[in-house]
């Protein structure tokens, strides 16, 4: 839906119901903000899209940045 090459936040504005639903799907940013501005919550991620998409704070998503993986297998039996 636009031409700029970041996508951290969006706020839309409407006394409408359905719009801004629509609207927001539309939009290309990682939050937005319907009749509000710069609201976060802990629980929920904050991170933009396209060149504003590197990380994430808050939220489960937040803590991959943390996570190394390490996979394991173990196959049952008996040692002599």
Known sequence: ????EY???ASVWTRD???PL???GEIEAG????????VIYD????GGFKQSGLGRLNGLGAI???????H???TPGVLT
């Open 72 to 74: 394991l297998t173990l």
């Open 43 to 46: 629980e929920f991620e904050d």
């Open 64 to 70: 991959e940045d943390f996570i190394e993986y390490k």
């Open 31 to 38: 939050t937005i903000w319907i009749n509000d501005w710069a």
């Open 7 to 9: 996508g951290l936040a």
């Open 22 to 24: 629509r609207v927001a």
């Open 17 to 19: 119901v359905d719009r």
């Open 1 to 4: 839906m636009g031409n700029s």
